[in-house]
């Protein structure tokens, strides 16, 4: 790819991108393109009058089970809704031990911390972000009942060793696929090769609705007919309550909202992955490769890209270089969950979980999403350059 003289160019001020020309994420222009089709299923909803459950709801359960390539899918009212109901349904308990990572959103853990179940972590490849595997077995406990892989940005986590520990130890698969719908580990869709999987339709995630909503997938009917149980108050049957379950019903105009963006799923993820390849020849085009690490995307992945994370020195001083110039990022996470206030109880220090404290200190998020254009790719890496051309 061949880039003009004028986007190396030391640009002055006045010609560098306004706030507004790169936005972090567009849902506007994605709203655009999909407008008709978005309304004319709103309208259904509203003329049917039926907004919890019932048939849009039962649609996208059978369109995302499809998707997913499993047997069922469980509506529910948000992601982190479905990571609690896994657990619930597969009968997570106080004193439990879940094992998952510390470079991950709260719902995360604090999901298994509302159940009073333990979170244990264990530290991150520094390569992929995701947990590292190797040290597994080392964090089982006989109070261990289950795995937690996050597939984080939309990276597969190593599926094949994390069921192998999980099947020799006896323990559930909980995949926290918020950030991975479409991701797939050798040709298996992410969500489909735990016990269950757990998606979110939060507005920012790839498949995305207009507020908050969440899925969860299994291969097992009893799994399935409980977690539909749970998340209707514990019933099957109204006022006859056979489990303390939780009111998590998803909505039937998220689910319209839904079943249309899901028909364009596919695309937008083409898009992610052929604007990651840009930034990856962008980055070095201009020679930021050695300064810089990329997102990793082993061969073994189908990675998503919910976010396109780089690891650079000096990111606080980088980001507000690039905000002061119209380019906004994101860092995803400033900390690690075990030096969180709300996990303190844990007892965990800095220095635990190294890996995942330094990515805490080098992440950030570059616009990704399918709209993005070339030049404005190209603002944002030339803009890159020219920070570390300035020196510290």
């Known amino acids: 790819m061949a880039f003009d003289a004028l986007a190396r160019a030391e640009l002055p001020v006045s010609a560098e991108p306004s706030f507004a020309s790169i936005p972090f994420l567009d849902l506007k222009a994605q709203f655009g393109d999909i407008r008709d089709e978005l309304l004319d299923a709103v309208t259904r909803v ?3 009058q039926h907004f919890i459950l019932g048939p849009e709801v039962d649609a996208l359960e059978r369109e995302v089970a499809e998707y997913v390539g499993v047997g069922f899918a469980i509506g529910c009212a948000s992601g982190s809704d479905a990571l609690l109901l896994a657990q619930m349904a597969i009968g997570i308990e106080s004193e439990d031990e879940v094992i998952t990572s ?3 959103f709260g719902a995360t853990a604090g999901s298994i911390a509302r159940l009073k179940a333990r979170p244990v972590f264990v530290d991150i490849h520094p390569d992929t972000f995701n947990f590292d595997e190797r040290q597994l077995e080392a964090a089982i406990t006989s109070r261990s009942r289950a795995i937690m892989p996050v597939h984080l940005f939309g990276l597969p986590a190593n599926m094949d060793d994390v069921l192998e520990i999980a099947r020799k130890h006896h323990l559930a698969v909980i995949e926290d696929a918020a950030q991975a719908i ?14 269950c999987g757990c998606f979110s339709f939060f507005p920012s995630k790839n498949l995305g ?3 908050d909503g969440g899925m969860i997938t299994t291969n097992d009917p009893q799994l399935a007919q409980r977690l539909r149980i749970l998340r209707v108050h514990g019933a099957r049957k109204k006022y006859r309550y056979e489990l303390l379950g939780i009111n998590s019903r998803l909505d039937a105009l998220q689910a319209a909202i839904l079943r249309v963006k899901l028909q364009y ?5 083409e898009g992610r992955r052929r604007n990651a ?7 070095a085009e201009y020679h930021l490769t050695e300064q810089m690490a990329l997102p990793c995307a082993p061969e073994t ?8 994370s780089i690891r650079a020195p000096r990111r606080d001083e980088l980001q507000g270089y690039l905000r002061d110039r119209g380019i906004p990022t994101e860092v995803y996470y400033p900390s690690p969950l075990h030096v969180e206030p709300a996990f303190a109880y844990l007892g965990h220090r800095i220095g635990d979980f190294p890996n995942a404290e330094a990515a805490c200190r080098e992440v950030l998020s570059l616009p990704i999403y399918p709209e993005l254009t070339l030049d404005q790719q190209r603002a944002v890496v030339a803009t890159i350059s020219r920070f570390y051309q300035r020196g510290p």
């Open 46 to 48: 509203l003329e049917s």
């Open 102 to 104: 510390p470079f991950t």
């Open 182 to 195: 479409g991701a797939r580990w050798k040709e298996k869709g992410i969500g489909s090769l735990g016990t």
């Open 209 to 211: 609705g207009a507020g």
């Open 265 to 269: 799923l596919d695309n937008w993820t």
């Open 277 to 283: 390849e840009t930034y990856r020849e962008l980055f």
């Open 301 to 308: 992945s189908f990675h998503v890209y919910n976010q396109f």
